[in-house]
Nanobody
Framework: QVQLVESGGGLVQAGGSLRLSCAAS????????MGWFRQAPGKEREFLAA????????YYADSVKDRFTISRDNAKNTMYLQMNSLKPEDTAVYYC?????????????????????WGQGTQVTVSS
């Protein structure tokens, strides 16, 4: 059983930066394609970024491209999301997720329903 735990959220002013971390339990972290999502109140969960098992291949939603960077350290069983130039509309609960039993050999995944293991979320609030 894989468990994911996010950390690093908080309150930041517009234009500021935060780095989120996602720590995974288990010994097979490098076997999972992973991603970051967010969900604002009253809105659907939104894909942000995905990363391949090796970390070489990444993919971003247009809304965060050039501002957010996804990365992973398989030796530390940890994935990161560096968020720069934050905007008030980035305010949401941020979730990390892994593709485990739904893995089909693709390098990365963008659909909410393709991920089958989720963290509990961390709140990010950007003030104007």
């Amino acid at each position: 059983q894989v468990q994911l735990v996010e950390s690093g959220g908080g309150l930041v002013q517009a234009g500021g930066s935060l780095r989120l971390s996602c720590a995974a339990s288990g010994r097979t972290f490098s076997s999972y394609a992973m991603g970051w999502f967010r969900q604002a109140p009253g809105k659907e969960r939104e894909f942000l970024a995905a990363i391949s098992r090796s970390g070489v291949t990444t993919y971003y939603a247009d809304s965060v491209k050039d501002r957010f960077t996804i990365s992973r350290d398989n030796a530390k069983n940890t994935m990161y999301l560096q968020m720069n130039s934050l905007k008030p509309e980035d305010t949401a609960v941020y979730y990390c997720a892994a593709v485990i039993s739904h893995y089909t050999g693709r390098l990365y995944y963008t659909g909410v329903h393709e991920y089958d293991c989720w963290g509990q979320g961390t709140q990010v609030t950007v003030s104007s």
